[in-house]
């Protein structure tokens, strides 16, 4: 037996693929034959070409907003899949629903079906969807679901944003620089060894590093430092203490270390009030929302924190003992507790957190702009003095002749 992927058509022409288990193309076109689909091809694949696949995040919205349309709608799961096989113009999402179709009929649960696909639904994903079919909630957990996808894209977003015009300015004020270097100086060079006139030290500094860039060595050596800072980057991420202590470093930086370390636990807070609102133990909402944290330091923490309260802490006691947690954290924790609004309390810290965010990212663009504009004013200032020095010594000295 082997996966095959087929490709239809539907009655208005549109193309569907599909995922089947089968002997050959033949058993594959024979089962097609009973639908009222036109088979049009098959393909065997390998387990892992299918499985592995990954599609965009906004995709995955979509397919869940059609989902919990559809579910709300009184649609059995079943009928549900299928609706959603024809609709979806994605052909990785086609594949997906196809196999979770084919996994339900099997008398599988939905989220058994999601495990084989773990590069497109996230854990905190499929823990949601499994809480939805053990409590029978499944409309109040798509809800959620979507709620906690559409913050996350806010999150993407936001991030986006804030790291779109810093980058067009310095990629323009290097640009800029580079251009100067390569262009502007050798011009004048060529005049100032002409008239063979003693050259200031700034000047000889800066043609030097104008010889440097025109260089094709620098060219090369340039793309070739940039290509293995990447591949080393790669590498070095896959070690766990490697990437915790680099993650630890980030937090350390000016400004910037707050700003990440407020966003990592943002996104910590949303997930684990969602998870709790949906009906997920404590301990199972720590470990998934754990995942949600993208720095290994913040991470280590809250698995402590979990530790913690499977030893038969609270959850304010666990966090109080963690000093890098925020007080204000720990303490509206505590209020969550002593209440009995610990989700509701979770998602006004999460609104703070996100408020807090948003302030310190418009202030880092509005002091990013003007500290950009006099490094590279300051850089081309440099070079015009170190062109016109020259030219002033020679202007003085034929005005005291």
């Known amino acids: 037996m082997a996966y095959y992927i087929y490709r239809v058509k539907d009655d208005y022409g549109r193309p569907l693929h599909g995922l089947m288990i089968a002997e050959d193309k033949k058993e594959v076109k024979s089962k097609l034959k009973q639908s009222d689909y036109f088979f049009i091809s098959a393909r065997q694949v390998t387990r892992g070409s299918v499985f592995n696949r990954k599609v965009k995040f906004q995709t995955l919205i979509m397919f869940t907003h059609r989902l919990t ?17 024809r609709q979806t113009e994605d052909e ?6 196809s196999h979770m179709r084919t996994q339900l009929e099997e008398g599988s649960q939905i989220s058994e079906a999601m495990l084989d696909f773990n590069n497109i639904f996230p854990i905190a ?14 409309i109040t957990v798509l809800h959620k679901l979507t709620e906690y996808l559409d913050y996350k894209a806010n999150v993407i977003a ?22 100067m270097f390569a262009f502007v100086v050798p011009a004048f060079q060529k005049v100032l060894l002409k008239l063979k006139v003693a050259l200031p030290p700034l000047t000889k500094f800066v043609m030097a590093v104008s010889e440097v860039i025109r260089s094709p060595y620098f060219i090369v050596g340039f793309f070739v430092f940039l290509i293995a800072g990447i591949i080393l980057w790669r590498v070095v991420r896959r070690y766990d203490r490697v990437a915790y202590y680099f993650d630890q470093l980030v937090l350390k930086i000016p400004y910037f ?65 963690c000093k890098d947690f925020p007080v204000m954290l720990i303490e509206m924790v505590g209020i969550g507790e002593t209440s009995g609004m610990l989700v509701q309390i979770l998602e006004k810290v999460t609104k703070h957190f996100d408020d807090e965010v948003d302030y310190h990212l418009n202030r880092f663009l509005t002091l990013l702009e003007p500290m950009l504009i006099v490094v590279v004013g300051l850089i081309v200032l440099c070079t015009l003095l170190a062109i016109y020095l020259p030219v002033m010594g020679i202007w003085q000295g034929l005005m005291n002749r």
């Open 69 to 85: 349309s559809l579910i709300e709608a009184g649609i059995p799961i079943l009928a549900a899949t299928n609706i959603l096989w």
């Open 92 to 97: 990785t999402i086609q594949l997906v629903v």
């Open 125 to 138: 994903y499929r823990a949601l969807i499994q809480v939805g079919e053990k409590s029978g909630a499944m």
């Open 158 to 179: 936001r991030t986006k944003k804030a790291t779109f015009y810093p980058s067009i300015v310095i990629v323009f004020s290097i640009i800029t620089v580079i251009c």
């Open 257 to 321: 270390g707050n700003i990440m370390n407020t966003l990592a636990l943002g996104q910590f807070v949303r997930s684990l009030s969602i998870l709790l609102g949906a009906g997920v133990p404590i301990i199972e909402s720590l470990e998934v929302a754990t995942t949600t944290v993208t720095n290994r330091k913040i991470a280590g923490d809250i698995r402590e924190v979990k530790t913690r309260i499977e030893h038969g802490s609270s959850l304010n006691d666990a966090f109080r003992k």
